[in-house]
């Protein structure tokens, strides 16, 4: 199992951006639906973006209006730009397979830490 890859996490004020990248080597996402996820401390991960093979995206509630995903094929990565963030956004974001890959390791990759605080 191929693990993607998250990084462009960070500190952010209330109201702030901040955009995710998630890379995946071979093409473990090719002609499939991948999305984003995320877990707060104390809380139950959850899918918050996701984007089919031909671009039609969905977002949870939360952050409808606020996070767009999106994804370049030819380089098997796919990005999560986030505005106006919220305390209540701060988790750790991971990248995978929609429908999600058992939550084993081998399966999921590092996550990325997004902490929204001022």
């Known amino acids: 199992q191929v693990q993607p890859v998250e990084s462009g996490g960070g500190l952010v004020q209330p109201g702030g951006s901040l955009r995710l990248s998630c890379e995946a080597s071979g093409s473990i996402f090719s002609g499939i639906t991948m999305g984003w996820y995320r877990q707060a401390p104390g809380k139950q991960r959850e899918l918050v973006a996701r984007?089919?093979?031909?671009?039609?995206?969905n977002y949870a509630d939360s952050v409808k209006g606020r996070f767009t995903i999106s994804r370049d094929h030819a380089r098997n990565t796919a990005y999560l730009q986030m505005t106006s963030l919220k305390p209540e956004d701060t988790a750790v974001y991971y990248c995978n397979t929609v429908p999600s890959p058992p939550w084993r390791p081998g399966y999921w990759g590092q996550g990325t830490q997004v902490t929204v605080s001022s």
């Open positions: 984007i089919t093979s031909l671009g039609t995206s």
